[in-house]
């Protein structure tokens, strides 16, 4: 059996604005504070926040034993809890309705016989994914909740790029099904062109993981100037404690991700003009054009000190160059199949 390729495009484009809705609500709920507001995970009966004046009460007295009210929040009113609890409850929620959203209909076409074995594949992955997704959200926040109270970076970058990941999974979906790919020999794969846009894509998912460590660590708070940081183009002691400092220092984290994107955007650029007389791949200049907006958006919440609103633009930007490398990929990849 067959199922009709625009109602397949169109449920899986509303899979993937469901996933870059829930990136940036993400990134608000970091950005307000508000991600360690839930102290527990409950898959069935956590959709239902508390309801009457004691349930908050209980609520709020439990969050009370937490690391965050201890150390960052304590005075804090029930009132203001249950602004900082909405939002990460909202997340969770959405996070759940993406998946139903994603689960339902797959299980439906997957067990309706209406794909293939060999197509089902990339969607049963997807569906683990999205399981995999909403465990590592919570063991992300369960690191926040012990000693310490913010989120372990590491946890927050996989988290983050998994939700990437699933991103790309969908949109190449998206893709297949609007170009109705044939299966790929990969022996006439053109590498001229696959091999620039998949280091690009590298870069800049390397990009989006140091993006995470800078929202982990704070790291965006260090330094409101630029070029020079603390007054020098390079600050002394980036590696005070070591190597490992590129990983665990705000200050050197924030260098590598501030100065990494002009080198994304020189290869971006180097690309394009390498890749634009290549049929198949018309509009590669988009993808410098938009990396000049994103490093412009990059500086821009450096100078005003990470405004929220300017921060969630520049995460937006993330998924537009990524969704772009995304569909370029794909391009380059299929452009041998087809010609």
């Given at each position: 059996?067959?199922?009709?390729?625009?109602?397949?495009?169109?449920?899986?484009?509303?899979?993937?604005?469901?996933?870059?809705?829930?990136?940036?609500?993400?990134g608000?709920?970091?950005?307000?504070?508000?991600?360690?507001?839930?102290?527990?995970?409950?898959v069935?009966?956590?959709?239902?926040?508390?309801?009457?004046d004691?349930?908050?009460?209980?609520?709020?007295?439990?969050?009370?034993?937490?690391?965050?009210?201890?150390?960052?929040?304590?005075?804090?009113?029930?009132?203001?809890?249950?602004?900082?609890?909405?939002?990460?409850?909202?997340?969770?929620?959405?996070?759940?309705?993406?998946?139903?959203?994603?689960?339902?209909p797959?299980?439906?076409?997957?067990f309706?016989?209406?794909?293939?074995?060999?197509?089902?594949?990339?969607?049963?992955?997807?569906g683990?994914?999205?399981?995999g997704?909403?465990?590592?959200g919570w063991?992300?926040?369960?690191?926040?909740?012990?000693?310490?109270?913010?989120v372990?970076?590491?946890?927050?970058?996989?988290?983050?790029?998994?939700?990437?990941?699933?991103?790309g999974?969908v949109?190449?979906?998206?893709?297949?099904?609007?170009?109705?790919?044939?299966?790929?020999?990969?022996?006439?794969?053109?590498?001229?062109?696959?091999?620039?846009l998949?280091?690009?894509f590298?870069?800049?998912?390397?990009?989006?993981?140091?993006?995470?460590?800078?929202?982990g660590?704070?790291?965006?708070?260090?330094?409101?100037?630029?070029?020079?940081?603390?007054?020098?183009?390079?600050?002394?002691?980036l590696?005070?404690?070591g190597?490992?400092?590129?990983?665990?220092?705000?200050?050197?984290?924030?260098?590598?991700?501030?100065?990494?994107?002009?080198?994304?955007?020189?290869?971006?650029i180097?690309?394009?003009l390498?890749?634009?007389?290549?049929?198949?791949?018309?509009?590669?200049?988009?993808?410098?054009?938009?990396?000049?907006?994103?490093?412009?958006?990059?500086?821009?919440?450096?100078?005003?000190?990470?405004?929220?609103?300017?921060?969630?633009?520049?995460?937006?930007?993330?998924?537009?160059?990524?969704?772009?490398?995304?569909?370029?990929?794909?391009?380059?990849?299929?452009?041998?199949?087809?010609?």
């Amino acid at each position: 059996m067959k199922v009709s390729k625009k109602l397949i495009v169109t449920w899986l484009a509303i899979v993937s604005f469901t996933v870059v809705f829930q990136i940036i609500l993400g990134g608000y709920v970091r950005l307000t504070k508000s991600g360690l507001s839930m102290y527990d995970w409950h898959v069935v009966h956590g959709i239902i926040p508390p309801i009457t004046d004691s349930e908050w009460q209980e609520t709020f007295e439990n969050y009370k034993h937490t690391p965050e009210y201890k150390k960052i929040n304590i005075g804090m009113t029930l009132d203001e809890y249950k602004y900082i609890y909405y939002r990460e409850f909202n997340h969770r929620i959405i996070g759940r309705l993406t998946g139903l959203i994603y689960a339902v209909p797959a299980l439906f076409l997957l067990f309706g016989g209406f794909f293939k074995w060999r197509e089902s594949k990339i969607y049963v992955l997807i569906g683990l994914l999205f399981a995999g997704q909403g465990v590592l959200g919570w063991y992300m926040v369960k690191s926040g909740l012990v000693d310490v109270p913010h989120v372990s970076h590491f946890r927050l970058a996989a988290h983050l790029i998994l939700a990437f990941f699933i991103l790309g999974l969908v949109l190449w979906k998206i893709l297949d099904s609007h170009f109705e790919e044939k299966t790929i020999n990969r022996t006439s794969i053109n590498h001229m062109v696959f091999k620039p846009l998949s280091i690009l894509f590298l870069l800049v998912v390397f990009q989006i993981i140091y993006g995470a460590f800078v929202a982990g660590l704070k790291a965006g708070y260090v330094s409101d100037t630029f070029p020079l940081m603390f007054g020098f183009l390079v600050p002394p002691n980036l590696f005070q404690t070591g190597v490992f400092d590129i990983f665990t220092s705000s200050v050197t984290v924030h260098f590598i991700h501030r100065w990494f994107a002009f080198f994304v955007l020189g290869y971006a650029i180097f690309s394009s003009l390498k890749l634009k007389k290549q049929e198949g791949l018309k509009g590669i200049w988009l993808l410098p054009a938009v990396i000049i907006v994103q490093v412009l958006l990059g500086l821009t919440v450096i100078w005003f000190h990470v405004p929220i609103l300017i921060a969630l633009i520049h995460q937006g930007g993330a998924i537009v160059v990524f969704s772009l490398i995304v569909f370029f990929v794909h391009r380059g990849i299929n452009y041998a199949e087809n010609n």
